[in-house]
């Protein structure tokens, strides 16, 4: 669905989708989350935060809160995310990704900044799950991956955009959860690092075109979720982390003679050590690893560990010994030694308390160590700033949210100042732009999530303006209306008058907040008088089981900036004033008409009986009306702009026009007859009718279709002459066949300059019609 607001176009697509010139389309907010997996998120040595959502790799900027690029290339959901760093810490001038469709991508920056796909590496016979890359000699680029096949390949990119698989290691049935890569201390030999479900790190090294097995370091007594290594003063440190909730950082250091000889002194007490030796062009090398420290904090699997990254100090290149970790418990915490003493303790440990989620994945930290970032199963981005004016005290920060799985449907604000969204994540999303005082840009960011549900949402439609309803993948329809706390903190991060918000709202009976039951699917409201605090004697009495176990989990909030995501989960559902029972299978689309006052359901269908469209009413939300017609599903709706007329288009391939009657005595509430529609012996579209739209002055409507073709009809206009005769409505201009299924369409409600309409629709094949991101466009010179 491609909803317009004036200047504004939003779409569930990516920007390649769009056809049209640079210089009219300008993307204002990409809303998008990471995918479920632990090693899709990367943050460079430049600012920019890189990640995987769904096919495409997003880099988005923390410091402006917006995502800078979208990187198409993939044609499966992106697992892993790792920008190839320089040694000496400079902006990064390459990315790599892996993905489900098998494949590895090498990004390359060009000089205006903007990344294209440099090499593609095709090997692996299953989707890739971590990948590292590093620099070696003569700018070449040393590429390791894993995936689900088994296997670690090692590869080799060069300037000439090809990439050769140098090595292939099977694991047999064992799988291999993260890879690293580094160069030996004081040699150009890298040697790679691989954590398995077998408990283990394997280390493996590249010497003489070979690819070693050095040692493995047993120590974990579960799967191994992350490894990653740190150069520090001529040694290398290397943290693995554990389903066993430990991270152990193990020391590798390279040996001369005396350290050897010194081996046969048993007066000396140190940690046991593992020796391998490397011979390259002739010449050996011997490398000791040894257990540095074993780290107990977390309660649960730790997914992610991250070093702080290296800075510049005094000319010299410098590695503070720093490490993050993620855990399930849904909390990171910041290791480092203990001056003087050298021992590991924690020094911040940072996350979620309560709620029903679960934790994170990953970690990653900025390049000054002053922000640390986390993602969590359900792919929202947690961060923390240090904060300034509190030596020792993180805050959370603003980033960029969305939805973790396919965008289904979206609706505008009567006033075009904000938008709302539902997808298969059962959630439903309002994004508005936040207009901060220091800056004068504005951002886009996701201030409420009113409905968090337990069955995958499907389609909405605005009512009013703080009001909304709402189907998902069941029977019912809901109907929810703004508390005050939403739209006190609406008005305070979008600038608008409080005031005037409220007085438009009936300040006087809308409840607090809402709350979630714990076994519940609906939101109850949460009024003033909830909320006061009891005093020791009334705490002590209870008069039923539900006073002693209270379920309102809400708390007012007084926002200025947009909210972190426990307090989106928490605070900022909407109460459910309304259910509305009628349908008999699973909703499918929704749709209001201008005024507000009638609200159009339909439902899935195979039969023509339950493909009828039902109309209610939005005063009294009774059944008024029941539209048969179609005889399959009827896949999206629309009202012209005058709500006289009421379009549908079904999987039947066939549309449907329905007329709003004259209100008589005995019928004051609208009701509507048959208008036009199209035989399916007469249809012009031969497959399924996924999208329509009506014009801005209500005379033409289009169609668009899996069968690749995009349709004008009409003349649409209602004489007052003769209402029985059928008009003859037909294409009024040659078919638009747009190269693939044209899976929404939608008309600009603003002429151009030449009076002319604007059409916009979008092309997606069946397999990419399940995009999880949102991405808003404005339209700049086009309306002028």
Request: hydrophobic content about 40%.
């Amino acid at each position: 669905m491609i909803p317009f607001s004036p200047g504004h176009i939003y779409s569930n697509s990516t920007t390649s989708a769009f056809k049209m010139a640079a210089a009219v389309i300008e993307t204002c907010h990409v809303a998008c989350c990471a995918n479920r997996t632990p090693n899709v998120v990367s943050w460079g040595r430049g600012g920019t935060i890189a990640y995987g959502t769904c096919n495409s790799v997003a880099l988005y900027d923390p410091e402006e809160r917006r995502v800078v690029a979208l990187l198409n290339g993939h044609t499966g959901r992106v697992n892993a995310v790792q920008w190839v760093h320089r040694e000496d810490s400079a902006p990064e001038g390459h990315l790599v990704s892996g993905a489900s469709d098998n494949r590895l991508i090498l990004w390359e920056a060009q000089q205006d900044g903007k990344f294209i796909q440099s090499v593609e590496c095709k090997g692996h016979t299953g989707p890739i799950c971590a990948a590292d890359a590093i620099y070696v000699e003569d700018s070449k680029i040393l590429v390791a991956s894993s995936a689900s096949d088994s296997t670690v390949k090692l590869w080799l990119c060069c300037d000439a955009k090809e990439a050769e698989c140098l090595h292939n290691v099977s694991f047999g049935s064992g799988f291999m959860m993260d890879v690293s890569l580094v160069l030996l201390p004081g040699s150009r030999v890298p040697i790679l690092a691989c954590g398995g479900d077998d408990s283990r790190v394997h280390l493996y090294v590249q010497a003489n075109g070979q690819l070693q097995r050095a040692m493995s370091l047993q120590g974990h007594e579960d799967w191994v979720r992350g490894v990653e290594w740190a150069s520090a003063g001529g040694e290398l440190l290397l943290a693995s982390c554990s389903q066993d909730s430990l991270i152990r950082v193990w020391r590798l250091c390279a040996k001369s003679g005396t350290d050897t000889h010194a081996e046969d002194n048993h007066s000396i007490i140190k940690m046991k050590e593992d020796i391998f030796e490397v011979k390259e062009r002739d010449k050996s090398s011997v490398f000791a690893v040894s257990l540095e420290t074993v780290l107990a904090g977390h309660e649960n699997w730790v997914y992610g560990v991250h070093w702080q990254p290296p800075f510049y100090q005094g000319g010299e290149l410098q590695q503070r010994l720093c490490l993050l970790s993620a855990s399930m418990d849904k909390t990171m915490i910041l290791w480092a030694p203990e001056e003087g003493s050298g021992v590991w303790i924690e020094k911040v440990r940072v996350g979620e308390v309560g709620g029903n989620t679960l934790g994170f994945y990953g970690c990653q930290m900025s390049a000054d160590g002053s922000m640390i970032l986390a993602h969590a199963f359900h792919g929202a981005l947690h961060l923390w700033c240090k904060d300034l004016d509190k030596e020792g005290e993180w805050r959370p920060g603003v980033v960029i949210s969305g939805h973790f799985n396919a965008v289904q449907d979206l609706s505008w604000d009567p006033e075009g100042e904000f938008i709302l969204s539902v997808g298969s994540d059962q959630t439903t999303r309002l994004f508005t732009p936040w207009r901060t005082q220091e800056s004068k840009k504005v951002t886009w960011h996701e201030i409420s999530r009113p409905q968090i549900h337990g069955y995958d949402m499907q389609c909405l439609a605005m009512i009013g303006r703080f009001q909304f309803v709402s189907g998902a993948d069941e029977k019912v329809l809901r109907v929810f209306q703004a508390p005050r706390n939403f739209v006190e903190n609406f008005a305070n991060i979008s600038g608008t008058s409080k005031e005037t918000l409220l007085t438009s709202s009936d300040s006087a009976s809308l409840p607090e907040g809402a709350s979630t039951p714990a076994l519940g699917l609906s939101n109850k409201a949460v009024f003033q008088g909830d909320l006061v605090p009891k005093n020791k004697e009334e705490e002590e009495q209870f008069n039923s089981v539900s006073d002693q176990y209270q379920e309102s989990y809400f708390h007012p909030l007084n926002l200025t900036e947009p909210p972190p995501e426990d307090h989106l989960l928490q605070n900022t559902l909407w109460p459910e004033v309304q259910k509305l029972y009628g349908h008999g299978f699973e909703m499918f689309c929704l749709a209001s008409d201008s005024s507000r006052t009638v609200v159009a359901s339909a439902c899935k269908a195979s039969k023509a009986e339950h493909a009828a469209v039902l109309l209610w009413s939005t005063t009294t939300w009774r059944q008024l009306q029941v539209l048969p017609c179609h005889t399959l599903t009827v896949t999206q709706m629309a009202f012209s702009p005058d709500a006289q007329l009421l379009l549908a288009v079904s999987r039947d391939r066939t549309w449907s026009l329905w007329r709003r009657n004259l209100p008589t005595p005995e019928s004051p509430e609208p009701l509507f007859s048959l208008y036009a529609h199209t035989e399916k012996d007469t249809a012009i579209h031969s497959r399924i009718i996924w999208s329509c739209d009506w014009s801005p002055d209500g005379k033409f409507f289009v169609t668009s279709s899996r069968d690749k073709k995009v349709i004008v009809w009409g003349p649409c206009s209602l004489a007052s002459g003769d209402p029985v005769l059928p008009p003859e409505i037909k294409p009024c201009s040659s078919i638009l066949d747009v190269g693939d299924s044209a899976t929404a369409v939608a008309f600009c409600p603003v002429l151009c300059s030449n009076d002319r309409f604007v059409l916009h629709d979008l092309q997606l094949p069946s397999y990419r019609l399940a995009r999880s991101y949102i991405c808003l466009q404005y339209f700049g010179s086009l309306l002028q």
